[in-house]
């Protein structure tokens, strides 16, 4: 599952080539044993996803009984 993290303050994290990661955020694979490993120790944080105006407003449920 890829999700998008960003470096944590303070902190310089390196892809598995040694490349230094971007500054922003970007998407890792979290099942991924390398960028899971950086998530758990704090390296990288996950980035909460933004809610855009357009997107598709989800009903509430209903748990009333329709009446016949």
Do not use: Y
């Not at 960028?35 to 357009?54: F, M, Q």
């Not at 209903?62 to 016949?68: D, F, T």
């Amino acid at each position: 599952m890829t999700v998008r993290v960003t470096v944590a303050k303070g902190r310089v994290v390196r892809d598995q080539r040694g490349r230094k990661c971007p500054d922003g955020d970007f998407p890792v694979d979290e099942k991924d044993f390398f960028w899971s490993a950086h998530i758990r120790s704090g390296d990288l944080e996950l980035v909460k996803p933004k809610v855009s105006d357009t997107a598709a407003a989800v009903p509430e449920p209903s748990n009333k009984v329709a009446a016949k």
